[in-house]
């Protein structure tokens, strides 16, 4: 009988061995280079930077293949984890995580790409390894609720280009914009095409609202979501896929950023999260009478509890905080709300119950996340929601639930009684050490990881920049090119 999950598959691994990814052996991946030729394996990883690491391997015979698959190399972690490591005692291993492997999609030589997990010395995980941080998350989530935690990303970007007289676009009214008008679409499908390739599961790809013309240049704003998977399958393939958009860029001669602002007045992109729950290969977002479930807004109160602290995962240098202000689609305060793009987490169109596809949406975060540590912190608070009492959880649900554009002037009362977020790396920080604690709780995020990321959020010392910026438009330019290539 036809396995649906696997018949029409693009990932070339998944297609010869009609096998579902979590269930690949060594043995496997060896039949496949045997029999596909495949000369060269690359070891991928993100560092602390956020950006691919690879590492290449001539396949010289197939004992050599067996070796790397199976043990892994050595690597200078102190380079690719300068926050965590010290030169003095800084090896760690990279071992391949089987379930990921693909076939290159830009290399004329075949070659076997795996993503890879971080170990010690001795033999354990590396304890400030985001990957691992996120499994520990998943694993004391289902430990204490039962349930799984699931997720799915909105990858935003903009693609630059030279100025086209011909058809332009509308300023900032590029939302699902057709050919001529959008002249990047060909590119974001061989963009889906590739990702897909590497066993990235996408749910749909379309042309943003953000587009305008600087300096000779057309920027115009692109996205691509995905569909709801375990954490750390979603944060692989968000990983991967601007791995893909970058490289394909380069080969079509074109800039990509995925920087949370560009520019003055303009929309910034941003990484939304979608999360759902899932019990016994259900979704339990929404209860059997079509409403939100009391699982999923006990969760959300979780995310309205921990939602500073979120953005030191998921907001990582200074222009992300010009991304978050208000009248732009951007949260600022902490509320949720039913399809309310004005608030921190929305709860989509519904779907019937029984489809399943419910989802609750996190809008703070953005490329510039280490999307390992923003899944873990995710998770953390949704379990932290649903670990609170009963009726604490649903009151502060209750007490943040917004159904109203908070930035119209009517509802200034209602927005006076909302917290807001943080406004700059250094308040993230801040934010971040308060509630350390209950980060670390149940082992997840190691001390070791939370004082890197607070050090490195306050080395930006941009307390005064939103002040400072405010009309200099060289400052704000200088600001955006030093992060122009974020994450």
């Known amino acids: 009988m036809m396995d649906k999950k696997i018949a029409l598959n693009p990932n070339e691994v998944v297609s010869f061995l009609q096998k579902a ?16 030729g495949i000369r060269m394996i690359d070891f991928m990883y993100p560092a602390e930077d956020g950006r691919v690491k690879t590492l290449n391997f001539t396949v010289s015979n197939l004992e050599y293949a067996e070796t790397i698959l199976a043990e892994g190399e050595r690597v ?7 926050s965590f490591i010290e030169a003095g005692n800084s090896d760690l291993y990279v071992k391949p995580r089987y379930n990921t ?27 400030c390894a985001p990957h691992a941080t996120l499994m520990r998350a998943e694993k004391a989530f289902e430990a204490s609720t039962g349930m799984q935690f699931e997720a799915m990303g909105e990858l935003e970007y903009y693609v630059i280009k030279d100025e086209d007289v011909l058809f332009p676009a509308t300023d900032q009214k590029g939302y699902h914009e057709s050919e001529p008008f959008a002249k990047m679409n060909d590119f974001r499908r061989a963009c889906m095409d590739h990702v897909a390739k590497t ?6 790809g379309h042309s943003e609202v953000g587009n305008f013309t600087l300096d000779g240049k057309v920027y115009e ?51 939304h999260i979608h999360m759902r729950l899932m019990k016994d290969g259900r979704n339990v977002t929404l209860a059997p009478d079509n409403r939100l479930s009391e699982e999923a807004r006990r969760a959300i109160a979780g995310l309205m509890k921990m939602a500073p602290s979120i953005t030191a995962f998921g ?14 689609e951007a949260p600022t305060n902490v509320c949720w709300g039913d399809c309310n793009r004005s608030a921190l987490v929305r709860v989509p169109l519904g779907w019937s119950a029984a489809l399943g596809k419910q989802t609750f949406e996190m809008r703070s975060p953005d490329c510039s996340a280490d999307i390992y540590q923003l899944m873990a912190g995710l998770c953390v608070a949704a379990r932290i929601g649903l670990e ?42 801040d934010c971040l050490e308060a509630a350390r604690s209950v980060y670390e709780q149940a082992d997840v995020f190691r001390p070791r990881m939370i004082d890197g990321i607070l050090k490195a959020l306050r080395s930006f010392h941009d307390d005064n920049l939103h002040r400072e910026a405010r009309g200099d438009t060289k400052m704000m330019r200088r600001l955006v090119e030093q992060y122009f290539y974020c994450g």
Not at 29 to 36: D, G, H, P
Not at 230 to 258: C, E, H, M
Not at 315 to 328: A, D, G, I
Request: net charge negative; charged share 25%.
């Open 21 to 36: 990814p979590e269930t690949f052996t060594r043995e496997d991946l060896l039949k496949f280079v045997q029999e596909r």
């Open 76 to 82: 200078d972690g102190s380079s690719l984890f300068p």
């Open 101 to 127: 492997a693909f076939v290159d999609p830009f290399t004329e030589i075949p070659t076997l790409c795996l993503l890879c997990s971080f170990f010690d010395k001795s033999g354990e995980p590396f304890d």
């Open 199 to 204: 066993g990235g599961q996408i749910k749909y």
């Open 221 to 271: 704003q692109n996205e691509i979501e995905f569909l709801p998977c375990p954490l750390y399958t979603a944060a692989d393939q968000l990983v991967l896929a601007k791995w893909v958009i970058r490289n394909l860029a380069y080969k079509w001669g074109l800039d990509v950023s995925f920087a949370p602002k560009i520019t003055t007045g303009k929309a910034g992109s941003g990484m």
């Open 315 to 328: 907001n990582k240098n200074p222009t992300s905080y010009f991304r978050l202000v208000p009248h732009q």
């Open 388 to 429: 609170m009492p009963r009726e604490e959880a649903l009151k502060l649900a209750d007490e943040t639930y917004v159904d109203m554009d908070i930035h119209r002037s009517e509802n200034a009362a209602r927005l006076a009684t909302l917290r807001q977020l943080p406004t700059c790396c250094t308040e993230s920080a």
